[in-house]
């Protein structure tokens, strides 16, 4: 019982994810592979999509941070502002970017609305097709709840980027997990 969802769900998920334009993934994965430094940003679960972003980052050999941490530097020109947001509107991350640019740094953006504040001012956006969080279950054309297609998408189009950089970076999982975490 507790899987006799997984099929819609999966259908789901190819349904937010078919809609990316590859032109823009591309983009996307050169502004990674540009940037001195990437900074990912994200509220929430669509914040924790951009965490584990982070860390397979790191796996990679390149230098990425997440916005909040402690050890966490300045952006300057030249940085990666990476922004998760299904809203694309969050003040706080609007905030966050609005200082990127301002800095110099380019600005990459998953969301699910284009339209957004983020949206425009992205060098880079990335639009997964999913119902606002707020959506009713009625009328969102998804039975999963709130923000979950975003952030089940989000993360889907995450792990597609960390083939794509491993390829493009000839990285494999074995010399990844050299730079695997050891203290655990």
């Known amino acids: 019982m507790a899987f006799m969802y997984s099929g819609e769900i999966l259908d789901e998920l190819e349904r937010a994810v078919s809609g990316i334009r590859q032109e823009e993934a591309e983009a996307f994965e050169k502004l990674i592979c540009q940037a001195g430094r990437i900074f990912c940003d994200g509220l929430g679960r669509s914040g924790l999509c951009c965490r584990a972003f982070a860390m397979r980052l790191m ?33 706080a991350l609007v905030s966050h970017a609005r200082k990127a640019k301002k800095c110099g740094a380019r600005l990459a953006v998953v969301t699910g609305n284009r339209a957004s504040e983020l949206g425009k001012m992205a060098d880079v956006c990335i639009e997964l097709a999913s119902p606002r969080k707020d959506a009713v279950e009625e009328t969102s054309g998804t039975i999963l709840p709130m923000g979950t297609l975003f952030e089940g998408a989000a993360a889907l189009f995450f792990d597609n980027m960390v083939l794509a950089l491993m390829k493009r970076l000839g990285e494999t999982s074995g010399t990844m997990f050299q730079r695997h975490a050891n203290l655990e």
């Not at 990679?60 to 909040?68: D, E």
């Open 59 to 91: 796996h990679l050999g390149l230098t990425g941070f997440v916005v909040g941490e402690t050890v966490t530097p300045s952006i300057q020109s030249g940085d990666l502002l990476l922004v998760c947001s299904g809203s694309g509107g969050s003040e």
